[in-house]
């Protein structure tokens, strides 16, 4: 029996735990280990006699581990084992807490994570205790538990369930190199703490969207790269862009969490530039609602009642104010800028004629009564663009979008159109969009990159074109259908009809998760605020859209013939456009929903499907992709359906070809004439406009490449590696990488190399 003197002897001995915390002796702490091991009572002080006779001050807790082993295994060595490996087992939990390895932990979470039957989830369970107990390893992670119950959930056959019971998450490796050298995915992020945490948010979340809400057959086809699903990380919770209309916040004021329960709430603006910042901040919260860019239609005339009797100095003055608010309110999704646009009128269009015109929460005659006002608006804002900042450089947003109506090339808008010419000659920065063939409707706006809506669907301009946008849009590689078809039509069509079936599905999951992230869990109010019974947000009418990258490298290996080389394959990417057109048009009247097809932006995924295919189809890509082998970052397609950056061609041969799609592309479509620089006059730039406004090219710009010394601040066109004003080479370059002007230093390697090969095209 151990005596009470025995105990007291040792009260005082110092053990020194394995952290290298001393602490003393506790016998009482030692005899509840042992019962929890199983030890029986009667053996209890004989295990302990043999403790306290051989411990000594400064002895481990390793050491008395040891010699409790070693004595349990003269009584039972099964027992002696359970005990040793019961002390090692200790796990480091998600909570960063150490606790002891429980196997009813792991079968609990099967049961509420997988739904397994019970039988299975014990014996995995029963399973994993037995691998843990073979590692020698200091401690056990969650995740590590995580991936030992998930090879045995695919050794038993339950793949789908493994899919449910991953654990998503980064390596340290990637999180360190995104803190050390950021992402180059979107080059409107700039690398900062904000961006960081963005980048390393987006991956697991991509991983989620993969995981939990994509069917593996969608996620598969993606992570091939048969199709690609942007904005992934954003696929649980918001939909894309939205073209806004600011009367409703003019007359009934602003709340920018759509509820006014956790920001302060504006009455209706009365002063201009309160109206402006409305107008800027209406932008910033929908923003936190969607993924995508944000746009304003109409924007000089819903502010033109605010401007009536103001002088011009004032009203450039007051756009000064909304062009920096918009490159200054650094507070977007990762600390970047709203990724911001407007539409901009020459002329009150007939549909808003007749219409009140909303100031300060009163009607004060009609919008027809303000065209005066609304070209000055236009005007102010055209000079401050011409302006620049404070270091002579453009102003990366809004988008800035003119429409060309009827008026548009009449004596009364001359002078206001050649300002217009001159910004684009100086900077590059105006899109136009060509509102004289028919089927653009009475109203067509445009936004972020060139997500199109038009007043084709209703009727109703207000309702087809204002309060809302695109749901989402997912890319098919055409390209890799080609590879795939070996020459076969029937086969190639056959194919991307697959695909499209694919994105259908994935859009319609999309959609179904956007519903309820709106209208059952209402985490998006601002969207959701409603403005005389209605919601805002229009979500109803939204497109659903169909994208596609690599017409041309698909027409060069199928036919033999790009784009630019000969009229059967400019009809033959008509047939394959078309043939995209009629099945989204099917849709349509399946389902009611409005889906559409877009050149799609491929900022990275014209880069990521040219390296996937030259990984899985090397030789078939070597024989038409661009960019280096040796270098496969720099692989790329062409964007959508356009001719390759370096076809040898005029503008009017590139017109003539590229017009042949933006009519199939009912949900957005550009034309770039790239390098302007070399040709920038004014008066060249705005008789091609006129030449251009009579074909079917519905929106296009002028991308002009500008240098611009960070020493001496002088500005030039090109992409100049040195200042020729001061000699620095510390020099800001920047050019359009699909849709918006961005500083090249932030580009992705792919974008780097099509910037290379961009070609002048003479007119």
Not at 70 to 92: D, F, G, H, P
Not at 312 to 317: S, V
Not at 572 to 600: C, H, N, P
Request: hydrophobic content about 35%.
């Amino acid at each position: 029996m151990i005596s009470l003197k025995d105990v007291e002897s040792k009260a005082n001995i110092i053990i020194i735990k394995k952290n290298g915390i001393k602490e003393k002796f506790n016998i009482n702490k030692l005899v509840k280990s042992l019962v929890n091991c199983g030890v029986e009572y009667k053996d209890l002080d004989y295990i302990v006699s043999e403790v306290l006779s051989k411990i000594y001050n400064g002895i481990t807790t390793e050491e008395i581990k040891n010699i409790v082993y070693n004595t349990l295994k003269k009584i039972n060595k099964e027992l002696a084992e359970k005990y040793n490996n019961e002390i090692i087992l200790k796990v480091r939990t998600s909570e960063k807490e150490f606790e002891p390895f429980n196997k009813e932990k792991i079968y609990k979470s099967l049961i509420k994570e997988t739904n397994i039957p019970k039988d299975i989830a014990k014996k995995i369970a029963d399973d994993v205790e037995r691998e843990l107990k073979k590692l020698k390893v200091k401690y056990l992670t969650a995740p590590m538990i995580r991936e030992i119950v998930n090879y045995k959930l695919i050794e038993y056959g339950y793949e789908e369930e493994r899919h449910k019971y991953t654990r998503v998450g980064l390596p340290i490796y990637d999180i360190t190199k995104l803190i050390k050298s950021g992402s180059r995915e979107n080059a409107n992020l700039m690398y900062n703490p904000e961006s960081i945490h963005k980048w390393i948010a987006d991956e697991v979340m991509k991983q989620y969207a993969l995981l939990a809400i994509f069917p593996k057959y969608i996620a598969d086809a993606h992570l091939k790269g048969d199709i690609h699903l942007h904005d992934l990380e954003y696929a649980y919770s918001r939909p894309v862009c939205l073209q806004h209309d600011l009367r409703p916040f003019f007359k009934y004021g602003l709340k920018v969490d759509g509820h006014g329960q956790h920001t302060c709430v504006s009455k209706p603006a009365k002063h201009p530039e309160v109206a402006i910042q409305h107008a800027a901040k209406v932008m910033m919260a929908a923003q936190t609602n969607m993924s995508g860019g944000q746009s304003i239609d109409e924007f000089n005339i819903w502010l033109a009642p605010y401007v009536k009797g103001l002088d011009y100095k004032r009203i450039k003055q007051l756009m000064q104010m909304f062009i920096y608010e918009m490159n200054q309110m650094y507070v977007s999704r990762g600390g970047q800028c709203v990724f911001s646009s407007i539409n901009l009128e020459l002329e009150i269009p007939n549909y808003l004629k007749d219409k009140p015109a909303i100031i300060a929460g009163t009607e004060r005659g009609t919008y027809e009564e303000y065209e005066e006002e609304a070209k000055l608006i236009l005007e102010a804002l055209v000079d401050v663009m011409m302006e620049g900042d404070a270091m002579g450089k453009p102003f990366i947003f809004p988008n800035f979008i003119i429409k060309l109506r009827e008026k548009a090339f009449k004596d009364e808008n001359k002078e206001l159109m050649e300002k217009i010419h001159k910004l684009s000659a100086k900077y590059g920065i105006p899109y136009f969009i060509n509102m004289f063939p028919d089927w653009q409707g009475e109203n067509t706006n445009s936004m972020g990159c060139r997500t199109r809506l038009s007043n084709n669907w209703t009727g109703n301009p207000e309702v087809d074109t204002l309060r809302t946008g695109n749901m989402q849009w997912y890319t098919v590689n055409l390209p890799r259908i080609a590879y795939e078809a070996r020459g076969d039509d029937n086969k190639l069509f056959e194919i991307l009809r697959e695909r499209l079936e694919v994105l259908k599905e994935a859009l319609l999951i999309k959609h179904n998760i956007t519903l309820e992230r709106l209208y059952e869990d209402k985490m998006l109010p601002f969207l959701t605020q409603k403005f005389d019974g209605e919601d805002y947000y229009r979500y109803e009418n939204t497109t659903k859209t169909f994208g596609f990258v690599g017409l041309n490298e698909m027409l060069k290996f199928h036919i033999g013939k790009e784009l630019h080389e000969d009229k059967e394959a400019v009809r033959f990417g008509e047939k394959v456009i078309s043939f995209m057109r009629d099945y989204a048009d099917e849709l349509k009247s399946e389902t009611g929903l409005r889906w559409t097809i877009t050149q799609t932006p491929a900022e990275s995924c014209a880069g990521r499907f040219a390296r996937l295919d030259y990984k899985h189809y090397k030789e078939e890509t070597l024989s038409v992709v661009r960019g280096n082998p040796d270098e496969p970052s720099s692989l790329y397609y062409t964007n959508s359906s356009h001719v390759r950056v370096d076809a040898p061609i005029s503008i009017g041969e590139k017109v003539r070809i590229e017009e042949v799609f933006h009519p199939i592309c009912n949900g957005g479509h550009i034309l770039h004439i790239w390098n302007m620089e070399k040709a920038s006059d004014p008066e060249v730039l705005y008789e091609l406009t006129k030449k251009i406004t009579k074909t079917n090219i519905g929106y296009w710009t002028y991308t002009k490449n500008l240098s611009i010394c960070n020493d001496c601040r002088y500005g030039t066109g090109g992409l100049l590696n040195r200042c020729p004003n001061c000699s620095s080479n510390n020099i800001a370059k920047f050019s359009r990488i699909t849709g918006y002007l961005q500083n090249i230093s932030n580009w992705n390697r792919a974008k780097i190399e099509e910037l290379k090969d961009r070609r002048f095209l003479k007119p």
